[in-house]
């Protein structure tokens, strides 16, 4: 786009994960932040050089720092407009839900569970997942939105995350975590959005002292810098 007199990007998630995926956006905007990559990983990024293999120096840019600052001088790149602020939409409620384990196999039963949760609403459930193939998909979603007989709808959250709506659904429960805040928010919004005329619940079922506890504390701290950004 060097040759391009004005450039627009248009997206719901100008930072998926951490502030080194705003970089891009603003070098094509060409925005004066982004003029120096060093610079912008060392300010913003808490960017550090390690040696890699070999001896290979290498930029770790997986970090965040100074964030105000930098949504200071981006302010005048992006014109932001989030959706609550033009959609006459219910709100969207999300809460974690904090479970204590006493030992390993009561975490195992608990999993178990989980992945019968389609066995459990015979007649009553539909799924949705990358073994499908895009008819079965859309028959999914086309059942779960307008036929009065199914009340479930179970979705990986990358098959289902994206591009389907699903505002038949008031509660959204995510049994599985990502460690990319945009994979969740993305995947709360099928319900959450133009058409939905409903209060929208999204729970967490956090496991004290497991692997899901870490995730989502990691994604509530991703969250927190994308949100100052």
Same mark, same amino acid.
């Given at each position: 786009v060097?040759?391009i007199?004005?450039?627009? %990007? +248009?997206t719901?998630?100008?930072?998926? $994960?951490?502030p #080194?995926?705003?970089?891009?956006?603003?070098?094509?905007?060409? &925005?004066?932040?982004?003029?120096d990559?060093?610079?912008?990983?060392?300010?913003?990024?808490?960017?550090?050089?390690?040696?890699g @293999?070999?001896g290979? +120096?290498?930029?770790?840019?997986?970090?965040?720092? $100074? %964030?105000?600052? %930098?949504?200071?001088?981006t302010?005048?790149?992006? +014109?932001?407009?989030?959706?609550?602020?033009?959609?006459?939409?219910?709100?969207?409620?999300? !809460?974690?839900?904090?479970?204590? +384990? =006493? $030992?390993?196999?009561?975490?195992?039963?608990?999993?178990?569970? =989980?992945?019968? %949760?389609v066995?459990?609403?015979?007649?009553?459930c539909?799924?949705?997942?990358?073994?499908?193939?895009?008819?079965q998909? *859309? *028959?999914?979603? *086309?059942?779960? @939105?307008n036929d009065?007989?199914?009340?479930?709808?179970?979705?990986?959250?990358?098959?289902?995350?994206?591009?389907?709506?699903?505002? &038949?659904?008031?509660?959204v429960?995510?049994n599985?975590l990502?460690?990319?805040p945009?994979?969740? !928010? @993305?995947?709360?919004?099928?319900?959450?959005?133009?058409g939905?005329?409903k209060k929208?619940n999204?729970y967490?079922?956090?496991?004290?002292?497991?692997?899901e506890? #870490? #995730?989502?504390k990691?994604l509530? !701290?991703?969250?927190k $810098?994308?949100?100052?950004?």
């Amino acid at each position: 786009v060097k040759d391009i007199k004005r450039v627009w %990007l +248009l997206t719901g998630t100008p930072v998926a $994960n951490r502030p #080194i995926d705003f970089y891009n956006l603003l070098r094509v905007c060409r &925005s004066y932040v982004s003029q120096d990559w060093i610079h912008f990983v060392k300010r913003y990024c808490e960017g550090k050089q390690f040696r890699g @293999q070999g001896g290979r +120096l290498v930029w770790d840019t997986k970090g965040a720092s $100074n %964030l105000q600052e %930098l949504h200071q001088y981006t302010k005048d790149s992006i +014109l932001r407009r989030k959706k609550e602020d033009i959609l006459d939409l219910p709100p969207k409620i999300v !809460s974690p839900v904090y479970h204590q +384990l =006493q $030992n390993a196999t009561g975490y195992q039963e608990i999993m178990d569970e =989980q992945q019968k %949760l389609v066995d459990a609403f015979p007649g009553k459930c539909v799924r949705h997942n990358g073994s499908m193939n895009l008819e079965q998909k *859309e *028959e999914s979603v *086309e059942r779960f @939105q307008n036929d009065p007989k199914i009340k479930v709808f179970i979705g990986n959250i990358i098959s289902a995350g994206v591009g389907i709506t699903l505002t &038949s659904g008031e509660v959204v429960i995510m049994n599985s975590l990502d460690w990319v805040p945009k994979s969740h !928010s @993305q995947a709360e919004d099928r319900a959450y959005r133009i058409g939905q005329d409903k209060k929208v619940n999204v729970y967490y079922p956090i496991f004290d002292k497991t692997i899901e506890e #870490i #995730i989502y504390k990691s994604l509530k !701290s991703k969250q927190k $810098n994308i949100d100052t950004i």
